[in-house]
């Protein structure tokens, strides 16, 4: 590294979590962006929209001072005040707040604007030292990591540098050359060096499933049924591995019994996809030793979205391809990182778990108080918002803008844009971004934890989010150590109560090495349940089925939002390129490359309905409706219609976005929110 590069991290949301190579040319400014060569997971690649972060670092737009609002809310108008002003006047707020009401009146809201332990995980400490109420983490990962636990009993798979030496590649449901673009490296080695074959199964035929070899077209929401079918021929046609069945797996039998009606022909009518298609990915797949599945998030944003990942997650242990270099699965690494002691950082140690939890995806429900929602409290008087933008992401938004727009509802935006969500607030404070702050990342898509020290200094009078977590526990009267030291002290301490060396030598290493055992990443000492086996029948119960309405082996469960007469359009709200949800969509390049929300619908449905491409359409449902442009797609089953990326509410003809469609039901068994699983009617606007 040439010395006017200095080591940094992404702290956005995406598994990559690269590590990166800032050009910094003086005090406040960088100049060029680019991935580390010398970590082997970032390869030197990163995606185009962090390798142009100078652009959104300093963007014109950009928040630079506290403000207050002085016009309606939503409208945007806002004045400027000093920090003081906006600090003492949160604090009286929520102290009003809990003296009227309890403390539960009060819900600290966040999600993964930044991955960053300190940054993100932070605002918990506030929650729990003061008694907030509590909030159920359900937008992302609680229904791909439930179906993936059901099996495995853990949150880890193949370590991803060992994609280089598959092959077979399956992309399941997930577009990394849009969303985590260093898959695609260690693909193209494994395609280079070893001939390796890439499938990739998507509802739409993205830009990874462009460069793939085979691509097939499934219906959304369908995904546990083409893995049945493929259990089923892998039984039936030899390729299942009996003796790793035997030694690894609960009951084989039982589950082969199971299968026998779940044939390519019955599969075939639910997924959409040729009968012929699915014996030969089946064949493809049981004749190679080392396959690997990248299983991604995509298809589990359904109504039955742990059912389908556990079903594909059943794959790998019918064939035994954990057994082999190579070959296996992986969901998320997240789990190899549990030692990892935030308790200071959290306060773990003063929450208390009968204060009630709130589904954050339910946040309309939640804050136009809906009684069930509330779980018996008082209703919400108070927020403070941090890295997560719910009037553009999450789901049913024009209950949640209802909710912000009320008038006994007092909402703190910490922000670095003025998005859809800060426009609601009563204050709007200006927020660091990750080069202006310290942190520390864990890497789910790999194996690797990095600290990474701020590169330049805050923009104008930027607060990163611990600043502001320090100075409201402070001026709210605690004396937890959290609230009283530096963000690089409490990464120290962190990472030395965790046994880790200390914040300066972790930063130094660039990057500590949590990579497991080949024997454990792959299960081969068993996995992780009691009797070490993998659960074709998973302990549904205790992952929260409570009504007992998950199927009692891998199958397609009937609960998603079928096409009808009525709505005979199945929607999936996916990932742009340029776009990681609603982040970087002020930034000119992205903007330029996306150029304007749009539906991708089949041509021969555009020639049904008489539409041509630009033409403004309308998508709705029993919450609404939204108008976009039509983009004709022939990569795609006639019943579905894809609109990528997470628009701001502004970018939309009517001003309201595509998660009007979305609704906040909550997944099975346990909740979790389901963007792609969402039934429509279409219409010219
Ligand atoms: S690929 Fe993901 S982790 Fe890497 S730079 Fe892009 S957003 Fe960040």
Request: aromatic fraction near 8%; proline fraction near 5%; hydrophobic fraction near 35%.
């Amino acid at each position: 590294m040439t010395s006017n590069y200095v080591p940094s991290t992404c702290p956005h949301d995406c598994p990559s979590t690269c590590a990166l190579e800032i050009e910094r040319l003086d005090a406040s400014t960088i100049g060029k962006v680019r991935g580390a060569k010398d970590n082997d997971y970032t390869q030197g690649v990163i995606c185009a929209k962090v390798a142009a972060y100078r652009e959104r670092v300093h963007h014109p737009d950009r928040l630079a001072h506290p403000l207050k609002r002085i016009g309606t809310k939503g409208e945007g108008k806002f004045a400027q005040i000093t920090w003081d002003e906006a600090l003492d006047e949160i604090v009286d707020k929520f102290q009003e707040a809990t003296a009227e009401f309890g403390a539960e009146s009060v819900w600290p809201y966040y999600f993964a604007g930044t991955m960053g332990l300190v940054q993100r995980d932070g605002i918990n400490r506030l929650r729990n030292v003061f008694g907030y109420s509590r909030l159920e983490m359900t937008i992302c990962t609680t229904l791909p990591w439930t179906g993936w636990v059901a099996g495995t009993g853990s949150m880890w798979g193949t370590d991803p540098r060992e994609i280089a030496e598959s092959d077979l590649i399956v992309v399941w449901g997930g577009n990394p050359v849009s969303t985590q673009v260093n898959v695609m490296t260690h693909i193209a080695k494994a395609r280079k060096k070893r001939g390796a074959k890439l499938i990739v199964i998507d509802s739409y035929r993205t830009p990874t499933a462009e460069t793939a070899d085979t691509y097939i077209a499934i219906q959304p929401g369908t995904d546990g049924a083409l893995a049945c079918a493929m259990m089923h021929v892998l039984f039936d046609e030899g390729y299942a591995d009996l003796e790793y069945l035997e030694k690894y797996t609960d009951n084989p039998t039982q589950l082969r019994q199971h299968l026998s009606s779940k044939t390519p022909a019955w599969a075939s009518k639910i997924t959409g996809i040729p009968e012929q298609d699915i014996y030969d990915f089946a064949r493809t797949y049981g004749q190679t030793k080392k396959s690997f599945i990248r299983v991604g998030y995509g298809f589990a944003r359904s109504r039955n979205g742990s059912a389908s990942l556990h079903a594909v997650s059943c794959l790998p242990a019918i064939t035994g391809a954990w057994q082999h270099k190579g070959g296996g699965a992986l969901q998320s690494n997240s789990g190899i990182y549990t030692n990892i002691d935030q308790t200071l950082i959290m306060a773990s140690d003063h929450e208390d778990t009968s204060i009630r939890e709130m589904d954050m995806s339910r946040i309309g429900a939640v804050l136009t108080n809906e009684e069930k929602d509330l779980f018996g409290g008082p209703p919400v008087k108070a927020m403070l918002i941090q890295n997560m933008n719910p009037a553009e992401v999450a789901p049913d938004t024009h209950k949640v803008l209802k909710g912000l727009a009320r008038d006994d509802l007092y909402t703190v935006v910490h922000e670095q844009f003025m998005t859809g969500t800060a426009k609601y607030a009563d204050l709007v404070l200006p927020a660091t971004m990750f080069l202006e702050h310290d942190d520390m990342y864990k890497g789910g898509g790999h194996i690797y934890l990095q600290v990474a020290r701020k590169v330049i200094e805050p923009y104008a009078e930027c607060r990163s989010n611990h600043d502001v977590l320090c100075a409201l526990g402070q001026r709210l009267g605690s004396d937890h150590p959290g609230f009283h030291m530096s963000a690089w002290e409490m990464i120290d301490q962190t990472l030395k109560d965790t046994g880790l060396p200390g914040a300066d030598e972790a930063a130094d290493m660039r990057w500590l090495d949590f990579s497991k055992t080949y024997e454990d990443a792959n299960y081969l000492k068993g996995f992780s349940h009691p009797d070490g086996k993998f659960r074709f029948s998973p302990d549904w119960a205790a992952l929260g089925d409570k009504e007992g309405k998950m199927p009692k082996m891998p199958d397609h469960q009937e609960v998603i939002d079928a096409a009808s007469e009525k709505h005979p359009f199945r929607l999936v709200t996916a990932p742009a390129r340029r776009f990681l949800n609603s982040t970087f969509t002020a930034m000119p390049s992205s903007i330029a490359k996306e150029q304007r929300p749009k539906a991708l619908v089949h041509p021969d449905v555009c020639r049904e309905m008489e539409l041509s491409e630009g033409d403004l359409i309308r998508l709705g449902n029993e919450q609404g409706s939204v108008v976009v442009h039509l983009q004709p797609f022939d990569g795609l089953q006639k019943g579905v219609v894809i609109v990528e990326g997470v628009w701001p509410n502004k970018s939309f003809v009517e001003g309201v976005g595509i998660n009007v469609l979305t609704s906040a039901d909550r997944g099975y068994p346990n909740g979790g929110a389901v963007f792609h699983d969402t039934a429509v009617w279409m219409k010219a606007a």
